[in-house]
Structure formats: C-alpha cells, structure tokens
C-alpha cells in the first residue's frame, strides 16, 4: 500500500489535511481521496518498480528513454507535430528538463522504492499514440535474465491489466487503443546491466485510463475496477 499526505486546497478544504491513496494502492476501493500520474511517469514507474521490487537492479542510477506518440504533448496545434515535421523523423526533446521527471522519481518513491534521482530523457515518434519506455539499470550481483524474467511476471500476478512479454514482444500495437501495459525485462550479468520495458497507450493508461479505473473502483458497483476498460477505446 501507498499512502501520501495533502493538504486540500480552496475554500471547503484549506487547512485540511487529507489521506490520499496512490492508484497503484490495494486500498482504493476505500480511499477519499486518490492520486494518478500521468502516462511517461506510469510507463516509466511500472517498467522500473518490477526491476526494482524483484530484487533485480541497485535503486540509484537508473537511466529511462521513453518514446511517445504526437498525443503525448496534447491537443494544441504547433508547427513541431504538424505531419510535415514529424513524419519520418524521431528526435529526443526537452533533454534533461522534462516536466515530468521529478513525477518519475516521486511516483517510484511512493511505489515503495529508494531510486531517488533518474535521468529520464523524453522522444517523440512519428505516430500518434502509444509510449515505449526503457530501462536501464545496474545489475545486482548474481542476478541474470532468468531473474529479470520472473522480476516482471511476479509484478503482474493478480493485476489484470498489467502482462509480461519477452523484451521484444514489449511493444505498441498490442496496447494501444486499450488499459493494457506490456512489460518485459532481460539482463547480462557480463556487463552488469539490466533492461526493462514498458509499453502503453499514452491516451488510455495515462491518468486517464487510471482515472477511470480509481472511478469504478470506489463507485457503488466496484467490480474489482474492470468495468469500462476491459475493452478498447477509438
């Protein structure tokens, strides 16, 4: 369980403390109040939390690449994601800036981990939906792919939307348009390294999808947060 303290803003909750429940949490069928992040810090989370939790990699010094669809910077019409400009063309941006870095890190630390600063480096695909992101961390001693594998299919045990893959099978197609997240991890104990990998769709699993999902979990019918999103969205 992750639980995390927030003040209430506005008139009706200034100066109330409330106990908020991350999306990820057991507890959020009987949570008040519920917190999401958005799609890079979902994809990027969950990729690492499996390494991570498994045992598999050293918390400190990991390195994320993450690729997104046009939709990843919304609905607004600029000349940088017009067709003419990003058809053909793959690029990194906002280069050791990116908004939702320090999203990355607090998202891993309510997961439960002590990762603390990660270097996360954003690229724009030329299509317009889905994220794939990598992971990159140092492995731990005596660990291999064999342990990187079972890392990842013990993370998603008994959650529905979350699946594991083989690193090569972890990608876009199969995800978009739906809740689902594929996740798939190796390692090379001759160069001390581990990857993970996390693909989704970018409109649905974002806060979106994970919304939605908080929604039917506390809702009267709460049908283990599955209505609505079993299916695949347009």
């Known amino acids: ?11 009706a909750g200034e100066g109330l403390l409330l106990d908020a429940e991350a999306g990820a949490s057991s507890n ?9 992040p958005g799609c890079y810090a979902t994809a990027a989370t969950l990729g690492a939390l ?3 939790r498994g045992g598999v990699v050293e918390p400190s010094g990991l390195i994320i690449d993450a690729a997104s669809g046009t939709t990843g910077a919304g609905k607004k019409a ?36 002590d990762a603390g600063r990660v270097t996360f480096t954003p690229h724009l695909l030329p299509t317009r939906r889905g994220i794939l992101a990598t ?17 990842v ?10 699946r594991a893959a083989k690193p090569e099978g972890v990608r876009l ?32 699993k974002g806060a979106a999808g994970a919304g939605r999902a908080d929604a039917t979990s506390c ?3 709460r049908r283990h947060g599955l209505l609505g999103l079993s299916g695949s969205a347009p």
Do not use: W
């Open 78 to 113: 600029t000349e940088d994601f017009s067709f003419s400009e990003v058809d053909g063309d793959f690029r990194a941006y906002r280069v050791l800036k990116h908004q939702h870095t320090p999203e990355i890190e607090r998202a891993l630390g309510l997961g439960g981990s």
């Open 173 to 204: 197609h199969p995800v978009v348009g739906t809740n689902r997240v594929l996740l798939g991890a190796d390692a090379d104990p001759e160069r001390g390294v581990a990857v993970g990998f996390a693909a989704l769709d970018n409109l649905v």
């Open 28 to 36: 959020v069928r009987d949570a008040q109040l519920v917190s999401n």
């Open 135 to 151: 992971i990159y961390g140092r492995l731990r001693a005596g660990k291999t792919g064999a342990d990187a594998a079972a890392a």
């Open 50 to 52: 499996a390494l991570l």
């Open 1 to 11: 369980m992750v639980r995390v303290r927030a003040r209430a803003a506005g008139p």
């Open 219 to 221: 809702s009267a019918c």
């Open 153 to 162: 299919a013990a993370f998603v045990k008994d959650r529905p939307f979350l």
